[in-house]
């Protein structure tokens, strides 16, 4: 699809074999690009076996704990990518932070707990990565953000993560237009329901007739709508939210 080469990637929230920012790790390594994943709450031993894994691809693969509810984690992250490998041309915000709420237990912590992470941080990441970019010698960027639907309907009982995540599509369709005159492309992917960390038996159950392609998206799917849009071949479009769901049926 493109030339790849020497290009680096910032994904966010790599942090377990079998969700969404492994998965894009792993597509972005197949086409040569060097990969910087932050992780939180992982253990130790996976993380060393996932990065040879990356770097057993051919490309360098550099790694950071961090817990990105920190104020200044956006700034830590992208000094250490710098330190690490050279400078990024290529950010995708992927982690989040998620919990079960309700109005009825809805409260100022559980809010916070979102805001930081879901919003402060990726929104932190996006405009600082710019920032540095617009100060060095490359010409090109891509900013892809993780969202996951709430622009297309309810998801009661999640209230912080809805109001949080759906933040992220506004963020991404206003960052878009100051960027574009600097060569950067924002946009967002909804991946719908996705068989990742979060799913079992029961949920896979309820979801599966919603899909009418026959089966439930996984996080390789993800993987190759972001691949598309970090390439040369998505340079015409920004500030879009793409709902890559299969079909899914809401209702």
């Given at each position: ?145 993780l969202t996951s639907g709430q622009d297309l309907g309810p998801m009661p009982g999640e209230l912080a993560y809805a109001a949080t995540k759906g933040a992220i599509s506004a963020f991404t369709r206003s960052l878009s237009q100051e960027l574009a005159p600097i060569g950067i492309t924002v946009n967002a992917v ?62």
């Amino acid at each position: 699809m493109t030339n790849f080469k020497n290009k680096i990637a910032i994904i966010t929230g790599a942090s377990s074999q079998s969700d969404i920012g492994t998965a894009i790790c792993r597509k972005l390594a197949s086409q040569g690009i060097n990969i910087f994943f932050t992780h939180w709450n992982s253990y130790h031993d996976w993380i060393e076996e996932f990065q040879l894994e990356i770097a057993n691809t051919g490309v360098l693969c550099e790694t950071l704990k961090i817990d990105l509810s920190n104020a200044n984690a956006a700034f830590e992250i992208l000094d250490t990518v710098e330190s690490k490998l050279g400078f990024p041309s290529i950010l995708i915000n992927n982690a989040a932070h998620a919990k079960g709420d309700g109005y009825l237990v809805l409260d100022a912590k559980t809010l916070d707990q979102h805001y930081a992470v879901n919003m402060r941080s990726n929104f932190l990441l996006c405009v600082e990565f710019a920032r540095r970019i617009k100060k060095s010698s490359i010409d090109t960027g891509r900013i892809i953000n993780l969202t996951s639907g709430q622009d297309l309907g309810p998801m009661p009982g999640e209230l912080a993560y809805a109001a949080t995540k759906g933040a992220i599509s506004a963020f991404t369709r206003s960052l878009s237009q100051e960027l574009a005159p600097i060569g950067i492309t924002v946009n967002a992917v909804n991946p719908g329901p996705t068989d990742s960390t979060w799913m079992n038996d029961e949920i896979r159950e309820y979801l599966l007739p919603k899909f009418p392609m026959g089966r439930i998206g996984v996080p390789e799917d993800v993987a190759r709508t972001i691949a598309f849009l970090a390439s040369d071949e998505a340079k015409w479009i920004t500030g879009q939210v793409i709902n890559s769901e299969g079909g899914f049926i809401r209702g």
